[in-house]
């Protein structure tokens, strides 16, 4: 039972334009949903987060999108550069009275052309 | 910067022997997380450490994987024996532990072979 899906295994964009990466979900009790990014041989670092109350959130290059009636997120990374060519992991926060546990998608793998 | 440690990086072992990993989570942070990540998939939680006490194992294969964290520091994963469905990424995590904050930091991980 994948409680959080990423169904593009992989995204090619070219440098400058804007990549998009999708993620939905299953459990309404997620009240945070995070993005890390995992380069090989490396453990995944926290990219940004948002609140399940909101709809947006964004810094710098990276924005993240909520709709909570379709369950559904997306990162928004504009302008893409070479060095953001990672894996990105979608990530589902359950509160404090579940241990705050993380249940994270597949993935799906970034190459910025250039 | 403080950084998740895990040692080691790389372990190639045979079936039904026994391997044991260990992380060093960043100084101060209570919760402590043990995650396995098979190839083309996300990490899955394992194990989940508040200070030295379990807090979810519901996922650990208990007849043959085993964590402590004896003095709420570091931590140590086992496997004993190992199988070939083992080979995975072991990622160990750490996060300060207060309730509103959400994010973990994770360590560079052990790839594990199993033969």
């Known amino acids: 039972d994948q409680q959080v899906k990423q169904n593009s295994p992989s995204l090619s964009v070219q440098e400058g334009r804007i990549s998009i990466l999708n993620c939905d979900y299953t459990n309404s009790m997620f009240d945070y949903f995070l993005w890390y990014k995992k380069y090989p041989a490396e453990g995944p670092t926290f990219l940004i987060s948002i609140s399940s109350i909101k709809d947006k959130n964004e810094d710098g290059r990276f924005t993240v999108f909520l709709n909570k009636s379709a369950k559904h997120l997306s990162l928004h990374i504009v302008p893409s550069q070479p060095g953001d060519s990672a894996v990105y992991f979608c990530?589902?926060?359950?509160?404090?009275?579940?241990?705050?546990?993380?249940?994270f998608g597949a993935g799906t793998i970034l190459r910025v052309k250039s | 910067e403080a950084e998740v440690a895990q040692s080691p990086r790389y372990k190639i072992t045979e079936k039904s022997q026994a391997v044991a990993f260990w992380c060093d989570p960043i100084s101060g942070h209570a919760t402590l997380y043990w995650y396995r990540q098979i190839l083309g998939q996300g990490p899955e939680l394992l194990v989940q450490f508040q200070d030295e006490s379990v807090v979810d194992d519901s996922q650990l294969p208990k007849d043959r994987f085993s964590a402590e964290r004896l003095k709420g520091v570091d931590s140590t994963l086992k496997i004993q024996p190992a199988e070939l469905g083992d080979s995975a990424m072991y990622l160990c995590a750490s996060s300060p532990g207060v309730a509103v904050y959400n994010e973990q930091f994770f360590g560079p991980g052990t790839r594990l072979t199993v033969l």
């Open positions: 990530a589902a926060k359950l509160g404090r009275e579940y241990g705050n546990k993380l249940v």
